[in-house]
């Protein structure tokens, strides 16, 4: 016969089909409203939204028929955060965490006020978008966890703190908290799986949100060994959402991809929040291959997010629709609140080329300019280039390319393959209006170069309509290929043309392969001899 003690055994070992037999045999017997939150526990963990929020109002009307207020507390507090994860709306979440507080007014101090103040900062962040309220918020748990020397409350207080700070724009102390406090919830000082898991998880939000790609793939390395283990599917899926929004951005597209279509194919049934987060990261990355029809498809699947919009009004620009598309991020700029500095800043350089096309050129410059102040205020290479970029969009082309030059630096300190490759053919458009056709050549080349290995279909056409202009069309081969082809054709193997341009040799098989395709050759002979009939080499 099952037990209380025996659920709450294989809830801590893990084991959460035999913990969920057990709970639910206990909650069907007796009513215990212990097993009804062990019961919405394990729901958690196994994805299933009905049985998670259902055992937790069931714990909560079980905790007020037996005059346990603190009980009914604990459970509207955990209600008011899984409302929200599945779904049922932020007025219900809100109208939990509200009763909770109500509760807890008339109790002396408890570790239930000091988790319901983590609540808050989640909400806080999630729904008010009010990183100060966060930031206040953690510093109550964190106090009361000092007062009642609960080691767990303190470190995810702290890392909330950190989170909260980060999306301020205090990304230097924000990040060394969320540092200590990944730390310390992975060596053991937070021993809910939970709890450990949604730490590790805020700080990859972090490095999502400062485009921090070196420290998300440390940590998350990290955290999938510990979720692999213990399988903590749930936080596993979170985390890598995070780290393929990361890995979109530094332009590692294959591994991004296979994380998404992964981790949505996991949550094909689930009705968590996060899965909107993969498809809108799914659909930037469509977009930024050029698969349209496929991105506004997701777009419209998050219609709400922030990051959907702003990909909407790109598309829209992209297609010939200034005014639809200043309609769009105007919006999205509007209901975003200032103090929220990295999601605001996620979309400014978007909003800043959207206004300047569509002719509203003072909303461009204060969109520029709060970019620039948010790039000071972090410091960070990513937003530093961003700023540039958008500055340069404003300015004529001899004041753009040293705005540019900047950005293209930056960007590849920040290790954001993509963002530099885009930028580099801002600059040889700059270029080519100045008059130096041989610096935009260059750059037309290390842009087109990516472009190709992204398979960006929008871009490389793009850096194709600019070769044109630049006197460096080599007919159907990139610059890079012409001059792979080159060193073929005296002779060099594939590992001699790698050390040559300092390559992968799979790279320059690529390179070769492609060559081969688009000269419809079936030998490298065979391409060298039409080459030189044509006139590329």
């Given amino acids: 016969m099952a037990s209380l003690e025996s659920a709450l055994t294989a809830l801590d070992a893990g084991a959460w089909h035999l ?9 069907q017997e007796s009513d215990d409203p212990r097993a009804h939150e062990g019961l919405a526990q394990v729901a958690w963990w196994l994805d299933d939204a009905d049985t998670c929020v259902g055992a937790r109002e069931a714990a909560y009307r079980r905790y007020r028929e037996l005059g346990d207020p603190l009980g009914a507390a604990r459970a509207a507090t955990a209600l008011a955060w899984d409302s929200l994860l599945f779904g049922h709306g932020e007025s219900v979440a809100l109208g939990w965490w509200g009763r909770a507080g109500s509760l807890l007014a008339e109790l002396d101090e408890q570790p239930e006020h000091g988790w319901h103040a983590v609540r808050e900062a ?33 470190v995810v207080g702290l890392a909330l703190q950190g989170l909260a700070m ?62 692999t283990e213990r399988d903590l599917a749930p936080l596993f899926n979170v985390c890598r959402i995070q780290y393929a929004s990361v890995q979109v951005a530094r332009g590692a597209w294959p591994e991004a991809e296979r994380e998404l279509v992964t981790v949505l194919d996991r949550l094909s049934s689930s009705r968590r929040a996060s899965r909107l987060e993969a498809v809108v990261q799914l659909g930037e990355l469509r977009r930024r291959q050029g698969r349209l029809d496929e991105a506004e498809g997701l777009f419209t699947q998050a219609e709400f997010h922030p990051a959907a919009i702003a990909g909407r009004a790109r598309m829209q620009l992209a297609g010939g629709d200034p005014a639809g598309a200043w309609a769009t991020i105007r919006g999205l700029m509007e209901r975003l609140p200032r103090q929220t500095r990295l999601a605001r800043a996620d979309v400014l350089l978007a909003a800043v080329l959207v206004a300047q096309a569509a002719g509203e050129d003072e909303a461009a410059r204060d969109f520029a300019a709060e970019l620039r102040r948010t790039a000071e205020l972090t410091g960070t290479d990513s937003l530093m280039a961003t700023a540039s970029a958008a500055e340069a969009a404003l300015a004529p082309p001899d004041a753009a390319v040293p705005l540019l030059t900047e950005a293209v630096r930056r960007f590849s300190a920040a290790n954001l393959r993509f963002d530099e490759a885009h930028t580099r053919l801002a600059l040889a458009e700059a270029f080519l209006a100045t008059g130096d056709r041989a610096a935009a050549r260059h750059h037309l080349a290390s842009a087109t170069e990516v472009f190709e290995e992204l398979s960006a279909a929008e871009d490389l056409a793009r850096a194709r309509r600019l070769a044109d202009a630049a006197g460096t069309n080599s007919g159907p081969l990139s610059p890079r290929e012409r001059e792979v082809l080159r060193l073929v054709s005296r002779g060099m193997s594939n590992p001699e043309i790698a050390a040559s341009l300092v390559l992968s040799e799979h790279t320059v098989h690529r390179h070769v392969a492609n060559i081969l395709t688009k000269l419809d050759q079936t030998s490298r002979t065979g391409a060298v001899a039409y080459a030189l009939q044509v006139g590329l080499l």
């Fill in 19 to 27: 913990a969920r037999d057990a709970f639910r045999a206990v909650a």
């Fill in 122 to 154: 989640e909400l806080a962040i999630e729904v008010g978008h009010d990183p100060t309220r966060a930031l206040a918020a953690g510093e109550r748990a964190v106090a009361v966890a000092r007062r009642l020397g609960l080691g767990d409350l303190e």
């Fill in 166 to 227: 980060t999306y301020a724009g205090d990304v230097e102390e924000g990040m060394a908290r969320l540092d200590a406090s990944v730390a310390a919830a992975t060596s053991g000082d937070v021993p809910d799986p939970m709890w450990m898991g949604k730490v590790c998880c805020w700080l990859i939000v972090a490095c999502n949100q400062t485009k921090d790609a070196t420290r998300a793939a440390d940590w998350c390395r990290r955290v999938e060994a510990i979720c």
